[in-house]
């Protein structure tokens, strides 16, 4: 049979337990300070109240006159006796000066002698002693009695009052029973305290102890350095509570514990949504150099008390997925060119059945020509390998969707001529999604064309796609850039983000980006990069458009 342990107490318990023994002790040993202190008082007052009896009674006129009489005994016990009572003193007693009592509470101690010390009143000094007597401990005064009537002063008597320890004892009691029930009282109200505060702790910890929470702890801060994906936490006035390393690297930021998020200096739309009181699911947003997918919710127990945001990065998935995007297009384009290769060839086998075998030939032929002079068109104008093939692939995307797509006679790009700081995923970034948005603009519009032109000049790298659509509104020419822009209905995987993700890499190249009016219609999208890190060349020939319709966006502004 295991035998079960006993759980730790918990922090709140452990708090509780200590303060009420805390204040347990402070009152016991006020109260033992308070008991010995006016104890020491009481027997203090105890020995000024017996002296000024005895020293009264000395004084009396009467008190002398009776100890002149043959039978002192029967006029001092009356008076002896009505004195203690209006005093309120123990016992009074007048003695001569050998000690023999003339007067004592007990009649049957009268004439036998005082127990207690006379000499020092014998020789004139009134003094106060605590002494254990016939009625038991007491504080008594011993005073002598001066003959002054004959002419000559000599101690003719003793006077000794006194109170018994015992009722100075009980007189304590009741002060200390007093004190002690103040004590309690206060003790009762600060433990009834303690335990509401106290309670309110273990609601706060949950009722765990304290190995418990640094534990917890210990597991947190595991758990914040193991977590790859960011995470920050947010306090009720959108202050950073918490950020991990994973949020750091994600935002580029260092350590902004405490400071608010609109201080972070993010761009506006992620700042919008991190203090946002709405949750947010699976926001995409953009920084400098990443794509991050931002989720937000809200902390609530009653009240607002902060936000919780997880940040992912998907920044190579969304490059992924833009190749992907462009690899189904050119299957779904080679779909439909295998459709129409496939007419043709029922075509010229027609036409061989026919006879008609010299017409078979040269149909044939001519549409070799074509493909072949569109390939050469695309090849000898650029000849970069992956420049080259997108050209290619988006030809054929446009031409299923009723876009011309051509390379102008001004394009010339030779293979070789990009470095590694301008690697291709990037170019394949920003010209593909350059002509996906003029194929957009430009279907549907009379003669939809698409000219895209690209050069080497000065250390630059240009690239400017011309469409034949509605153009950009000047009033949307800044804002076309921004992720979730479009001017067209949100389709399954939402739209806005492609020119978006083209200045962000402009950005992080430090090039230019800029949109103007085209000539007859249209816009015309340009963007400057540089080839090395060298410096940037000299000017290129200024493009079509009116110089007060451009909107230029320098990557290093």
Known sequence: MRIPVPRPRSLAGQLFAMQAVLIAVLFSGYAVFTYLSDRGQAEDAAGRQAAAVAQSIADAPSTRDAIRTEDPTSALQPYALRVQRDAEVDFVTIMNPRGIRWTHPDDRQIGQHFRGHTERALRGEPFTETYTGTL??????????????????????????????????????????????????????????????????RRHTHGMNAAELSRMHDYHQAALHAVREGLLMLDGQFRVALINDGGRELLGVGDVVGRSVAELGLPAPLTGALLASEPRVDEVHLTAERVLVVNTSPVSGGERRGTVVTLRDVTELQSLMGELDSERGFTQALRSQAHEAANRLHTVVSLIELGRAEEAVEFATAELELAQALTDQVVAAVSEPVLAALLLGKTAQANERGVELVVSE?????????????????????????????????????????????????GELVLRVTDTGTGVDPAHAEAVFRRGFSTKPAGPGGRGLGLALVRQVVTRHQGELSVTRAEGGGAVFEVRLRLADDGIGAAVPAQRGSPEDAVALRGDA
């Open 410 to 458: 001004d394009s010339r790009l030779d293979d070789g001529l990009l470095s590694d700081a301008l690697p291709a995923r990037d170019l394949v970034t920003v010209l593909g999604n350059l002509i996906d948005n003029a194929v957009d603009a430009a279907q549907g519009s009379v003669g939809a064309r698409v000219t895209v032109t690209a050069y080497a000049e000065g």
């Open 136 to 201: 038991g401990p007491s504080v008594r005064a011993v005073v002598p009695i001066y003959d002054r009537g004959t002419g000559r002063e000599h101690i003719v008597g003793l006077v000794s009052a006194g109170i018994r320890v015992e009722e100075i004892s009980k007189r304590v009691q009741e002060q200390l029973t007093a004190l002690i029930g103040g004590a309690a009282g206060a003790l009762t109200l600060g433990a009834v305290g303690t335990y509401v505060i106290n309670a309110r702790l």
